[in-house]
């Protein structure tokens, strides 16, 4: 069974409707990071920088890889009480040669200075995780199977995180606990069993008029069977051989092919071929996230004639 365009985005998307929420968490997460890197001020550029002072600082990719970034970089210097002027020279998105001017900003060099740090530190984090991203979405470029990212994220980075996954060509499985049921095996555990879980996500979703997808994790062939008649949207299979998983596709095709499956656990750039060629629809994978490797930016400010 093939999945359209649409259906993933039905399925993966459904934080479209959280869009005002993310933006204030977006906001408030650079705020914070400002606050947290000059406190009462930046003593240092106080000391030395003339409040009228002005420069251009100069964005450059240090080595090969899918930028991401600049647009939380643009809306960081926009939090500056002081005009300045942010210009990409690329779109995220984009792959990169090492050398390549990516961007520039123009305006008080005090700004710049203050800025320079952060705005950094979110574009090589955001574009590690693009390029990362990139190598696996490539990997399984010859099968119809689509690389999800996890909520293994960085505390507050998460938005960001994300759309760095989709800048490398991935997709988004839920953002947070609030916009869809995920069934983990401690929900399994605690609820007795795979079936009595499902059963109890859609009568809450029911008696709560709630409309977000409902997801399950399964361990075993048995509990997959269970979860299959029990109908839920997606049956997330965790950690199996690959062995395993032909016959787990094999068998949801047979019993339920309207059911999504997304296969999780030992995915690394080695394996997720293999996995995607078993024939299911998601892998995620928690390495885009959990363990980043960044991009090397560097920012050379350059003064400007008085």
Do not use: W
Request: a negative charge; hydrophobic letters at 40%.
């Amino acid at each position: 069974m093939v999945i359209s365009k649409i259906l993933i985005h039905q399925i993966f998307n459904m934080s479209d409707q959280f869009r005002e929420f993310h933006e204030e968490c977006e906001l408030e997460t650079l705020e914070l990071a400002m606050i947290e890197d000059l406190n009462e001020g930046d003593i240092t550029t106080l000391a030395i920088i003339p409040p009228t002072h002005r420069s251009k600082g100069i964005f450059r990719a240090k080595s090969f890889g899918v930028i991401s970034g600049l647009a939380v970089a643009e809306r960081l210097f926009s939090l500056s009480a002081l005009p300045n002027h942010f210009h990409s020279f690329i779109k995220d998105g984009e792959e990169v040669e090492s050398g390549t001017i990516i961007a520039e900003v123009t305006g008080p060099t005090d700004t710049l200075l203050v800025c320079e740090r952060t705005s950094l530190n979110v574009m090589q984090r955001m574009s590690g995780i693009a390029t990362k991203t990139r190598e696996f979405v490539r990997a399984v470029s010859h099968t119809k199977a689509v690389i999800l990212d996890t909520r293994k994220t960085s505390p507050g980075m998460r938005y960001f995180d994300k759309a760095a996954v989709r800048d490398g060509g991935g997709r988004n499985h839920r953002f947070g606990l609030y916009d869809m049921i995920l069934i983990k095996d401690n929900h399994v555990d605690a609820a007795g069993s795979v079936g009595e879980a499902i059963a109890r996500a859609k009568a809450y979703l029911k008696k709560e008029s709630l409309e977000v997808k409902i997801e399950v994790e399964v361990r075993s062939i048995p509990e997959l069977k269970a979860a299959l008649i029990s109908k839920p949207d997606i049956i997330l299979i965790d950690n199996f051989t690959i062995d395993a998983l032909k016959e787990a596709v094999e068998i949801s095709r047979e019993i339920n092919p309207k059911v999504l499956l997304e296969a999780s656990g030992g995915v690394s750039l080695q394996t997720v071929g293999k996995i995607a060629e078993t024939g299911v629809d998601f892998i995620s994978v928690g390495e885009l996230t959990h363990s980043v490797t960044a991009l090397d930016i560097s920012m050379k400010i350059i003064p400007l004639a008085s």
